[in-house]
Nanobody, 125 residues
Framework: QVQLVESGGGKVQPGESLTLSCVASVSSFSRYAMSWHRQGPGKERELVATISADGSTNYADSVKGRFTISRDNAKLTVYLQMNSLKPEDTAVYYC???????????????????WGQGTQVTVSS
């Protein structure tokens, strides 16, 4: 049973920091592109940051310069360091794991995509 378990959410004041973690119980974790998404009150889910299997990163314009995504393949974990938090960052943050299809010998592994259950981040004074 594949699980993505997020942690690290909470309530902070504007300008403070939080670090989210997502542990993925998957095999071949290093093959996965990992990402963080969020859904604020009354809003659609949006992409926050991605880190590819080779470590390249991308960010939504709204978080560039404030958030940093990283991964530790040995710990099967992806992180989201969030600095200078703003009230508009308030949302449920979700972890996503995406693996393209690949061959190992003659066996083809299908593409898979998994979501975590989310962790609440509230930024308020």
């Amino acid at each position: 049973q594949v699980q993505l378990v997020e942690s690290g959410g909470g309530k902070v004041q504007p300008g403070e920091s939080l670090t989210l973690s997502c542990v993925a119980s998957v095999s071949s974790f290093s093959r996965y592109a990992m990402s963080w998404h969020r859904q604020g009150p009354g809003k659609e889910r949006e992409l926050v940051a991605t880190i590819s299997a080779d470590g390249s990163t991308n960010y939504a314009d709204s978080v560039k310069g404030r958030f940093t995504i990283s991964r530790d393949n040995a710990k099967l974990t992806v992180y989201l360091q969030m600095n200078s938090l703003k009230p508009e960052d308030t949302a449920v943050y979700y972890c996503n794991a995406d693996r393209p299809p690949y061959f190992s010998g003659s066996f083809r592994y299908r593409a898979v995509n998994y979501w975590g259950q989310g962790t609440q981040v509230t930024v308020s004074s």
